[in-house]
T-cell receptor, first 115, second 111 residues
């Protein structure tokens, strides 16, 4: 069964460094998402992406964040200058379409630790 | 806030018993989904129920939706130790395609 994959599974970085989290969505899906979950807290929406542009973003997704689909398979989340509070699990998801009844399929997540 | 809120926050039961988790939300929705998350791992989609549906079954899972009360419940029957996980409801409001996740119910099934 097709699945969303994410790399790395765990990333440790120093405060102020740039990180890129990678995701490979399910191949025929057209909508892509990033979510994060700070330890012990709820999953929070960051951004959705369709047709090579951001379709929605939350207030968490500030200028330090960017997303890109550099080729036909990868979907990346870049944090330009990491802060301690960026430490979280980051989940990528994809859906076949953006229709209201569509299921989003989540990857296993990348645990980001900012020291 | 449009976010779903689950209760109880934590639930501990014996293997074989049924587990019921509830979710409440605040705005009108297109659908509501339940996800499972094993500790530190990814979210696994369990079931989607549309706003015009009242009940849905999938294996040992039964989900109900009451749009008048803005609430949903997830029932896991004949629980197993492997059902130990956090369970989240996610609501898809009428605008946009982002989901709003609640804080989750942590279920422990004791063998």
């Amino acid at each position: 069964e097709p699945e969303v994959t994410q790399t790395p599974s765990h990333q440790v970085t120093q405060m102020g460094q740039e990180v890129i989290l990678r995701c490979v969505p399910i191949s025929n899906h057209l909508y892509f998402y990033w979510y994060r979950q700070i330890l012990g807290q709820k999953v929070e929406f960051l951004v959705s992406f369709y047709n090579n542009e951001i379709s929605e973003k939350s207030e968490i997704f500030d200028d330090q964040f960017s997303v890109e689909r550099p080729d036909g398979s990868n979907f990346t989340l870049k944090i330009r200058s990491t802060k301690l509070e960026d430490s979280a699990m980051y989940f990528c998801a994809s859906s076949e379409s953006g229709r209201d009844q569509d299921t989003q399929y989540f990857g296993p997540g990348t645990r980001l630790t900012v020291l | 806030s449009q976010q779903g809120e689950e209760d109880p926050q934590a639930l501990s039961i014996q293997e074989g018993e049924n587990a019921t988790m509830n979710c409440s939300y605040k705005t009108s929705i297109n659908n509501l989904q339940w996800y499972r998350q094993n500790s530190g791992r990814g979210l696994v989609h369990l079931i989607l129920i549309r706003s015009n549906e009242r009940e849905k079954h999938s294996g040992r899972l039964r989900v109900t939706l009451d749009t008048s009360k803005k609430s949903s419940s997830l029932l896991i029957t004949a629980s197993r130790a492997a059902d130990t996980a956090s369970y989240f409801c996610a609501t898809d409001p009428n605008t946009g395609n982002q989901f709003y996740f609640g804080t989750g119910t942590s279920l422990t099934v004791i063998p």
